[in-house]
């Protein structure tokens, strides 16, 4: 079996540099601190009034990133943290990482709810579906499980096996599940049919991303590629690269902006980029965000925000205009 993407190391510092895009989130606003290590995970509750943090040092930190204030701090992991979810009324999250259980918590309490019998090895991402009736894990044992959230097991209902290694994301899309891993594949479930179908990207893939209208599935894979697929075909239609852009050894994600007028990149060597979804060889705008690698991002449901962590221990939010403006200039509108 191939080695799963190492956990980014520490880089060291570079000079701060690249462009601005008055449209598009890239002037800094504030710095959220806290964890001890790398920050492996950034997650904005579905309304994006607060955030979540996942670190190396074993914690889940709830943010308010509109004014930086460190709400609370989750302790219970026995190891680092790489993923959470928050559910749809903000009243409880998942998180998953070196542990093998899937952590369920109350929001206001910081309390375990309970915890799910998990995988057979880490679990590097969850996410909500239908509603919030399903959880969804993916991990190292080469599979995604799928729990049933009204029910009390801590059981599985389903396990969907076919994986040659780590599946390292997993999302939901109408009645599909898409999954991503380090076998280079694509795969796409569809609950209501049971058939199962699989794009070959002969690399592999370390985050998924799906457009607001499902249509499509933005893929960022390990040689240093985000690849824009058919939803329905598998057909790439897009790829994404600029010089300069560097994924070839670390999980990193990929997103879109609300519209899906913009791809979402990060760099090993601290950048972000943007891309034109239309036109793939158009780089919109790039920014130095970290001086390490750039672990996770996460864009607020509105688009006027962007947030990004990364191995240098910090999270850092990313608006439209710097310093804690509000940036609602009409003028400055991410997509007309």
């Known amino acids: 079996m191939a080695h799963y993407p190492k956990l980014p190391e520490e880089y060291e510092d570079d000079e701060l540099g690249g462009g601005r895009h008055a449209s598009l989130p890239s002037k800094e606003q504030r710095v959220l601190r806290g964890h001890e290590g790398a920050v492996l995970a950034v997650r904005?509750?579905?309304h994006g009034s607060y955030c979540l943090s996942c670190g190396k040092d074993r914690t889940i930190r709830l943010w308010n990133p509109h004014t930086g204030v460190l709400v609370k701090t989750y302790g219970g992991h026995g190891y680092e943290v790489r993923d959470a979810a928050v559910c749809r009324d903000n009243s409880k999250f998942a998180s998953v990482g070196g542990d093998k259980p899937v952590f369920?918590?109350?929001v206001a309490s910081g309390n375990f709810i309970r915890k799910?019998?998990?995988?057979d090895g880490t679990i590097n991402a969850v996410r909500w579906a239908a509603e919030d009736q399903?959880?969804?894990t993916a991990g190292y044992d080469q599979c995604?499980?799928?729990w049933d959230m009204k029910s009390r097991s801590i059981d599985?209902?389903?396990v969907i096996k076919g994986f040659q290694d780590s599946v390292t994301a997993v999302v939901a899309s109408g009645s599909s599940i898409l999954a991503a891993s380090v076998d280079g594949t694509v795969r796409r479930f569809d609950v209501r049919t049971g058939t199962a179908l699989t794009d070959r990207l002969h690399h592999p893939v370390t985050g998924l991303a799906v457009t607001a209208d499902g249509l499509c599935v933005l893929a960022a894979c390990l040689d240093s590629c985000l690849r824009l697929l058919d939803a329905g075909s598998g057909q790439q239609?897009?790829?994404y690269t600029a010089p300069g852009y560097l994924h070839e050894s670390v999980k990193m994600d990929c997103c879109l902006?609300?519209?899906d007028a913009y791809v979402v990149g990060s760099s090993e060597t601290g950048e972000v980029y943007y891309w034109d979804l239309v036109d793939s060889d158009r780089v919109v705008t790039s920014f130095k965000a970290h001086c390490g690698v750039v672990t996770s991002m996460a864009m607020h449901p509105d688009g006027q925000l962007l947030l990004t962590s990364s191995v240098d221990g910090s999270v850092k939010v990313w608006g439209k205009t710097a310093g804690g403006a509000d940036g609602d200039d009409a003028e400055a509108a991410e997509e007309d």
């Open 237 to 239: 239609l897009a790829a």
């Open 44 to 46: 904005f509750n579905p």
């Open 116 to 119: 799910l019998r998990g995988h």
């Open 134 to 136: 399903v959880l969804l």
């Open 156 to 158: 599985p209902i389903q």
């Open 104 to 106: 369920l918590w109350d």
């Open 257 to 259: 902006t609300p519209s």
């Open 144 to 146: 995604v499980k799928v």
